[in-house]
T-cell receptor, first 114, second 111 residues
Framework: DTAVSQTPKYLVTQMGNDKSIKCEQN?????MYWYKQDSKKFLKIMFS???????INETVPNRFSPKSPDKAHLNLHINSLELGDSAVYFC?????????????FGEGSRLTVL | QKEVEQDPGPLSVPEGAIVSLNCTYS??????FMWYRQYSRKGPELLMY????GNKEDGRFTAQVDKSSKYISLFIRDSQPSDSATYLC???????????FGQGTELSVKP
């Protein structure tokens, strides 16, 4: 069973479109995250939710809207896609107040905006 | 200046070599230090975790933290081709806090 699963794995779309990425974790964790990894491998946090409540909201354009229907799911919707949004988006989860720094990452959703 | 600096490499070594990977950081408030390994087209996975200064060893891997120099290292002994991956350092100011990642160093171990 995959611990953190994201769909879709690949998205190719045109500028200006809207797209969503879904994430589910079956680890029973309370905290979920969205990270963005750019072409230079920089991994940067975008959002963090704890028990469906938004905890961290980095300086992310408001075209990005996360949504957590329950603590096992965290989705990311992106409006009006731009070229600079091309990246790999990782969902992750952890225990609340992790004690070993362990985040469990999904395999990533590779977004290409043309 | 980024909070966490890491040489992106790529670094290529022969099998059996000792590998040294490093990160420097600017925020003295960081207390929790981690190394993640990321295989191609996969998500990162935790490799080592250290709190504050000191060393930690796990098999062929040793993590070192020198808070006075704001410098952390990961050593891999007897490197194997299966160690070929990108290694990302990460750190946090407090337990449960936001992880700040380095850029990652791409390592290739040649048979």
């Amino acid at each position: 069973d995959t611990a953190v699963s994201q769909t879709p794995k690949y998205l190719v779309t045109q500028m200006g479109n809207d797209k969503s990425i879904k994430c589910e974790q079956n680890l029973g964790h309370d905290t979920m995250y969205w990270y963005k990894q750019d072409s230079k491998k920089f991994l940067k946090i975008m959002f963090s939710y704890n028990n469906k409540e938004l905890i961290i909201n980095e300086t992310v354009p408001n075209r990005f809207s996360p949504k957590s229907p329950d603590k096992a799911h965290l989705n990311l919707h992106i409006n009006s896609l731009e070229l600079g949004d091309s990246a790999v988006y990782f969902c992750a989860s952890s225990q609340e107040g992790w004690d070993t720094g362990e985040l469990f990452f999904g395999e990533g959703s590779r977004l290409t905006v043309l | 200046q980024k909070e966490v600096e890491q040489d992106p490499g790529p670094l290529s070594v022969p099998e059996g070599a000792i590998v040294s990977l490093n990160c420097t950081y600017s925020n003295s408030a960081f207390q929790y230090f981690m190394w993640y390994r990321q295989y191609s087209r996969k998500g990162p996975e935790l490799l080592m975790y250290t709190y504050s200064s000191g060393n930690k060893e796990d098999g062929r891997f040793t993590a070192q933290v020198d808070k006075s120099s704001k410098y952390i290292s990961l050593f891999i002994r007897d490197s194997q081709p299966s160690d070929s991956a990108t290694y990302l350092c990460a750190m946090s100011r407090y337990q449960g806090g936001k992880l700040i990642f380095g850029q990652g160093t791409e390592l290739s171990v040649k048979p």
